[in-house]
């Protein structure tokens, strides 16, 4: 289960990554998405209890990562490679 809950958090934060860095709007929504996730997981799983949900979930995945592979929304995380002074 930790593994299963790791892999979320990791797409989680590659979405908040692409979303502030790179401008993603898709990525936004994918984060708002699985910020919904990890509060109700615990209590009522609202993303995944109706199929309406868990096909917007789905579908806004495929879309940003769509969106992040042939668009090339490559995003660095050093501050020289974003014109940024170091430190």
Known sequence: AA???GLIALI????????VLAGNQA???VFCL???????L????QIMQIGD???????WVLIWLALK???GA??????ADRGLPPG
Do not use: E, H, M
């Open 74 to 79: 490559k995003v660095s995380t050093r501050p």
């Open 3 to 5: 593994l299963v809950i």
């Open 42 to 45: 615990p209590v009522s799983n």
């Open 34 to 40: 699985f910020a919904q996730f990890f509060v109700y």
């Open 69 to 71: 592979i042939f668009l």
């Open 12 to 19: 989680w934060a590659s979405a908040w990554k692409d979303a």
């Open 27 to 29: 990525g936004g929504v």
């Open 53 to 59: 949900g868990y096909a917007a979930l789905i579908a």
